[in-house]
């Protein structure tokens, strides 16, 4: 299984960023999908996770600014993010997962991707 994660950057607070993440090696429809964050010196937080099913469950930091999407033909997942804030500031890793709850536990998932790095500056 790979995941393979992109869309990170440099923005400004307010702007909108999408990151991707697009898997291959397995049956992607089949699995839950997961974004986590890591700031720097801080732990890996859960951000947004889709089931296999298409639910969704976002953190209350984020709920009503980041929306987490799927596109089972495409085999990638994504992290819609808008009015971003200083705090949003991390890397964010995309992963996968088979286990029958889905969020909001780092455990519940088994791969993961490399992460791609978002900047918001003030």
């Known amino acids: 299984v790979q995941l393979q994660a992109c869309g990170g950057g440099l923005v400004q607070a307010g702007e909108s960023l999408r990151l991707s993440c697009a898997a291959s090696?397995?049956?992607?429809?089949?699995?839950?999908m997961g974004w986590f964050r890591q700031a720097v010196g801080k732990g890996r937080e859960f951000v947004a996770a889709?089931?296999?099913?298409?639910?969704?469950r976002h953190a209350e930091s984020v709920k009503e600014r980041f929306a987490i999407s799927r596109d089972n033909a495409k085999n990638t997942a994504y992290l819609q993010m808008n009015s971003l804030r200083p705090e949003d500031t991390a890397v964010y890793y995309c992963?996968?997962?088979?286990?029958?709850?889905?969020?909001?536990?780092?455990?519940?998932?088994?791969?993961w991707g490399q992460g791609t790095e978002v900047t918001v500056s003030s």
């Open positions: 090696g397995r049956t992607f429809s089949t699995y839950n």
């Open positions: 992963a996968e997962g088979q286990d029958r709850l889905w969020y909001p536990k780092i455990e519940y998932y088994d791969y």
């Open positions: 889709i089931s296999r099913n298409s639910g969704t």
